[in-house]
């Protein structure tokens, strides 16, 4: 049985009230109805942690697929301290399922390490549309949500890391 991903709670905004940066949300229009519900919770994530509205943009692209290379380009461009990538496989009669979630989360993960922006796995992979609409504000959470606050984190270590090298501490 899935689960909530665990709670830990962020650090306030950088010190001095300071934004924590521009992010972007990568949304997959295939199953568009649950995408915009974990799109809805990554946004909500953001706004609730510091991130104005403005401050955000988000992106739509075709599938699970295309995250990953629309995530890439998006960091290529310098502009987001982290990127949040959303959508939806659901398994079907095929063997589909397997490439599509396998191809979406290597590609995601290779654009993070790629880049060094971190990049975020909203993808939820489901048996059923009955099990995505439950990852997607339902009795399981909301996977977009969740991957909003693991952007949140990861831009904030990646922030602090960089300072420490800088020989700046926090």
């Known amino acids: 049985m899935a689960g909530r991903a ?3 709670a962020l650090r306030p905004a950088p010190r001095g009230g300071g934004p924590r ?3 972007a949300v ?4 295939f199953n568009g109805p649950i995408s915009e519900k974990l799109l809805d919770g990554a ?4 706004a609730v942690h510091g991130v104005a509205g403005d401050a955000v943009e988000v992106h739509w692209v075709p599938g699970s697929f295309e995250l990953a290379q629309a995530a890439r380009a998006l960091a290529a461009s310098g502009r987001y301290a982290a990127i949040v990538c959303v ?3 659901i398994k079907g009669a095929t063997p589909h399922f397997e490439y599509l979630s396998s191809a979406a989360a290597h590609g995601i993960s290779q654009a993070a390490l790629a880049t060094g922006i971190p990049m975020s796995f909203g993808v939820i992979t489901a048996l059923s549309e009955e099990q995505a609409w439950d990852r997607a504000g339902g009795a399981v959470a909301n996977r977009g949500e969740e991957a909003a606050l693991a952007a949140l984190e990861m831009a904030d270590f990646m922030r602090a890391t ?9």
Do not use: E, I, Q, T
Request: charged share 40%.
């Open 43 to 46: 946004l909500g994530a953001l």
């Open 87 to 89: 959508g939806v496989v």
């Open 162 to 170: 960089r300072a420490r090298k800088k020989g700046r501490h926090r």
């Open 26 to 29: 990568v949304a997959a229009r």
């Open 6 to 8: 665990p709670r830990k």
């Open 21 to 23: 940066g521009r992010f």
